[in-house]
């Protein structure tokens, strides 16, 4: 059977992991979570008190750090680890979602993580969630997808998804930090989230992980049959 790389971008915390993950367990593909590799990059600069504005400090660093995604025991996803730790947990706490759109700017951060990203893909058989997987990471996916959904039904939904994981966070703060970084992810010079006519377009607002499943795997089939 034919294997694609499928390359889903979007606004801050608009289901594209939920869509991945679903469309790579239906197809024996390989998720991505190309989000956790910049959280996990700030992570590590956060713990060795590097300055996420101090670009030179930053380069010197990634020589420093290795990533790695690893198959989790329990649900069936990979999960990353920082020089051999699993940080998949430590990655979703706000303090690191309020500096990471800082690291990403950075285009020898871009250039590190990008680099694997690609090698991940090379054989396809790739489903991608990112900001910049179908005009930088993959320009040659077959299928792109750019997801959307309102800014109240985002800043919900990781709200709940951060007080689930027992985080301590107001809706406020979640909600100003998606805000924030979709400003900054979209406006960066390097990469910058943006939609072209390459993407199918799913706005999520009012669709259930059900209903958009179906809809990303219409997709897929036509591509596929
Ligand atoms: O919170 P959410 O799951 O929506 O974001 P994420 O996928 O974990 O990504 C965290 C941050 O990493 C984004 O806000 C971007 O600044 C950066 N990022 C990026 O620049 N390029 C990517 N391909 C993925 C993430």
Redesign the pocket.
Known sequence: MKKINIAIDGY???G??TLAKQMAQNLGYIFI????M??AVTLYLLENNIDVANEIEISKALDHIQLEFHPSKENNRFEIHLNGRNVESLIRELHI?NK??FV?KISTVRTKLVDIQQQIGANKGVVM?????GTV?YPDAELKIFMTASNEVRAQR?FKEMIDAGKNVTIEEVSANLIE?DS??SSRND?PLTLNDTYHLLDNSHLTPNQQFELAMSWVNELLD
Do not use: E, T
Not at 33 to 36: E, K
Not at 129 to 133: C, E, Q
């Open positions: 801050s915390s608009c594209k992991g979570d190309s989000g956790a910049y959280r979602a990471v759109s990403a969630d990112g900001r910049d997987i990471v990781r970084r900054i992810d990469s």
